[in-house]
Antibody, heavy 119, light 108 residues
């Protein structure tokens, strides 16, 4: 069974870098049938796709975040990473990693990790 | 970018009644449309993909329909566990993947 778990600091300083890890179990991150995505949800708001990475290393980012976002994979640890630089209060959100399974939608989600940007 | 719009923002329903939620795409997404259910403090859960295909383990009271730009999620005879926020998402033309703003189904 596929399981995703996000981890990382719950508090980040303004202008700092938000770094999160998604640990994947039950499937290899190198599985060609999957991509690994990051989605966030600001308090009281809807879901916002941040970006995705394929097993090949190809990445796609939301255009408005592209200059600040990097998504990468460590196949030896079966982990997916999110780095978001120059954060502001607008980046305060619950961050989820997610992936499709047998569908092309997002079958699998982590439980989410709350990140607050504040001094 | 495909913009997804959900309506209404909030839907008040009595337990046992049915509910109909709408999702509109700014351009055709075919049937590459998914619906998710999200309860407070939880991650979204996939309900429907391919506009009308129930995901594994989803009760038959949930049904999806539509294609192109207009989509509907119907819930027959709402149970207490169905009161939640519902999100639609298109995966036809990406990046970016895009979600609607959500519809909250609450108890009338």
């Amino acid at each position: 069974q596929v399981h995703l778990e996000e981890s990382g600091p719950g508090l980040v300083q303004p202008s700092g870098t938000l770094s999160l890890t998604c640990t994947v179990s039950g499937v290899s991150v190198r599985n060609g049938g999957y991509f690994w995505g990051w989605i966030r949800q600001p308090p009281g708001k809807g879901l916002e796709w941040i970006g995705s990475i394929y097993y090949s290393g190809i990445t796609y980012y939301k255009p408005s975040l592209q200059s600040r976002v990097t998504i990468s994979v460590d196949t030896s640890k079966n982990q997916v990473f999110l780095n978001l630089t120059s954060v502001t209060a607008a980046d305060t959100a619950v961050y989820y990693c997610a992936s499709p399974g047998g569908t092309e939608a997002l079958d699998y989600w982590g439980q989410g990790t709350r990140v607050t940007v504040s001094s | 970018e495909v913009v997804m719009t959900q309506s209404p923002a909030t839907l008040s329903v009595s337990p046992g009644e049915g509910a109909t939620l709408s999702c509109r795409a700014s351009q055709s997404v075919g049937t590459n449309l998914a619906w998710y259910q999200q309860k407070p403090g939880q991650a979204p859960r996939l309900l429907i993909y391919g506009a009308s295909i129930r995901a594994t383990g989803i009760p038959v009271r949930f049904s999806g329909s539509g294609s192109g730009t207009e989509f509907t999620l119907s819930i027959d005879s709402l149970q207490s566990e169905d009161f939640a926020v519902y999100h639609c998402q298109q995966y036809n033309k990406w990046p970016p993947l895009s979600f609607g703003g959500g519809t909250k189904v609450d108890i009338k």
